[in-house]
C-alpha cells in the first residue's frame, strides 16, 4: 500500500482527572504552547458548570462535558471529490478517533465565538448548551448531518 497507516498518538493522563481525554481537549485549547493556561481555562469552565447545574442533577462537571462532547460528535461529513467536470460532495462515515477530534474541535471554536467575558465563561456555557443538546456546537453537527442526508444520493462514490 502506497498511504503509511497513521500511528495513533498516545496521551498521557491529566493531574486532576487522571483521564487521557482531558489532557486531549486542553491540547486543542492550548495556544502558543501555553498548556498551563489551557489547563486553568479548562478546569474553571468545570468549576462554572458546578455552578451552573441545578441541585437535582447527579452527575460530576466531567461527566457533564463528556455527555456535551459526545452530543457534539459528528458521526458522518461530505467530502468533495471530483467526477466529470464537476464537484460532488460524497457522505464519509468518521472514525470513532476523528469523532473525538471533530467534537472537541468544534466545542473549543463555537465557545470562542460567544460573547462572554472570559474562555473559561465561553467554554462552560458552550459544553452546558452540548450537555442540554443545544447550543452553536449541535448545530453544526446537524448540519454536518443533514449536508450528507442531502447527499445520500453519492455516497456509492465513496472513496
Not at 465557545?111 to 443545544?134: G, H, V
Request: hydrophobic fraction near 35%; proline fraction near 4%.
Amino acid at each position: 500500500m502506497r498511504k503509511v497507516k497513521k500511528r495513533r498518538k498516545i496521551y498521557l493522563p491529566d493531574p486532576k482527572f487522571n483521564d487521557p481525554l482531558v489532557t486531549r481537549f486542553v491540547n486543542h485549547i492550548m495556544k502558543n504552547g501555553k498548556k498551563n493556561v489551557a489547563y486553568k481555562i479548562f478546569y474553571d469552565a468545570l468549576k462554572k458548570i458546578d455552578s451552573i447545574k441545578k441541585e437535582k442533577e447527579e452527575k460530576s462537571s466531567l461527566e457533564i462535558w463528556k455527555k456535551g462532547l459526545k452530543n457534539a460528535m459528528p458521526y458522518v461529513e461530505v467530502r468533495s471529490r471530483r467526477m466529470g467536470g464537476s464537484n460532488i460532495q460524497v457522505p464519509v462515515p468518521i472514525s470513532s478517533n476523528s469523532r473525538i477530534t471533530k467534537a472537541m474541535k468544534l466545542l473549543i471554536s463555537c465557545a470562542s465565538i460567544r460573547s462572554e467575558k472570559t474562555m473559561a465563561n465561553k467554554l462552560a456555557s458552550e459544553i452546558w448548551d452540548a450537555f442540554q443538546e443545544q447550543g452553536e456546537a449541535v448545530k453544526r453537527k446537524e448540519n454536518i448531518h443533514k449536508m450528507a442526508e442531502a447527499n445520500k444520493a453519492f455516497s456509492h462514490f465513496r472513496f
